[in-house]
């Protein structure tokens, strides 16, 4: 059982930064897929970046190509969302998820953390 506990959402104005932070308890966090995903609200979830166990190949969405970027500290059983130049758009409910490589989907998931981005 892996638990996840996200962190750093917060109202931000337009073109400014925040930092999310997913905290896992896996004993093996290396071997996990791990996601960042977003609702807002009447929408539905959608994935918005994705990185591997290592840390080498990474996945974003189009609507956060070049302005979000993923990472993950095995060391710390911790993944990371740095998100720059952010628009109203991209207001939601922001989910950590994490998955082995045998799940064909995520199955673990935070409680998410709000992020508001006010124009």
């Known amino acids: 059982q892996v638990q996840l506990v996200e962190s750093g959402g917060g109202l931000v104005h337009a073109g400014g930064s925040l930092r999310l932070s997913c905290a896992a308890s896996?004993?093996?966090?290396?071997?996990?897929?791990m996601g960042w995903f977003r609702q807002a609200p009447g929408k539905d979830r959608e994935s918005v970046a994705r990185?591997?166990?290592?840390?080498?190949?990474?996945y974003y969405a189009d609507s956060v190509k070049g302005r979000f970027t993923i990472s993950r500290d095995n060391a710390k059983n911790t993944v990371y969302l740095q998100m720059n130049s952010l628009k109203p758009e991209d207001t939601a409910v922001y989910y950590c998820?994490?998955?082995?490589?045998?799940?064909?989907?995520?199955?673990?998931w935070g409680q998410g953390t709000q992020v508001t981005v006010s124009s």
């Open positions: 998820g994490a998955r082995t490589g045998s799940q064909a989907s995520y199955g673990y």
């Open positions: 896996a004993r093996t966090f290396s071997t996990y897929l």
């Open positions: 990185i591997t166990g290592s840390g080498t190949v990474t």
